[in-house]
């Protein structure tokens, strides 16, 4: 996934098994233009034109993963235990997200946000637990938080869309169990 500071980000799939430079094109071509993005890579979950099915059951593990919706603007970034590779697409699918990509999964699966972003860190752990799970809504000029239930279910999405609106810049970060 290409997540460019201006525009949409966007996934690169690969034409084939042993097609490893699929990315490089593009990003020759931003690095050319002097555009500032950041590459990411991991399982794709959802890309544009892409209805298929990951079928991948398991196993339930702590999970790291990023989405976008293009229609409403809004990026999702997940870090949450015990989910199948299934349960992160499906909820990214029932957020109306058209590109996933699944960064890493495992007891070590974490993500870090810079303080200056304005972010919240909601999620608390201990060795040998779950750690609960938090989302991080996205949008250009900020990020929201809401720490969720150690369920494996995918969470209902129109709780996590409730009440949402386009914040401005610089407005607090309001967080709230689901």
Do not use: H
């Not at 250009?140 to 720490?147: E, H």
């Not at 129109?158 to 967080?175: E, H, V």
């Amino acid at each position: 996934m290409i997540l460019p500071t201006e525009g949409a980000p966007s996934v690169i799939r690969p034409r084939s098994s042993n097609d490893y430079d699929a990315a490089a094109p593009v990003i020759q071509s931003l690095v050319e233009r002097g555009s500032r993005f950041v590459a990411v890579s991991g399982i794709g979950l959802l890309s544009p034109g892409d209805t298929g099915q990951l079928n991948d059951g398991g196993p339930s593990a702590a999970r790291t993963a990023i989405a976008y919706s293009r229609q409403k603007d809004e990026m999702y970034v997940f870090q949450g235990g015990n989910y199948t590779p299934d349960n992160i697409q499906d909820l990214f699918r029932g957020l109306g997200s058209d590109t996933a990509v699944l960064l890493d999964g495992g007891g070590s699966s974490a993500i870090v946000l810079r303080r200056d972003t304005g972010g919240m860190w909601a999620g608390a752990g201990s060795p040998g637990e779950i750690a609960t799970p938090v989302r991080f809504f996205a949008t250009p000029t900020s990020v929201r938080c809401r720490a969720g239930s150690r369920s494996t279910e995918p969470a209902d999405s129109s709780a996590w869309r409730s009440g949402y609106s386009r914040p401005r810049r610089r407005q607090p970060i309001r967080t709230a169990a689901i």
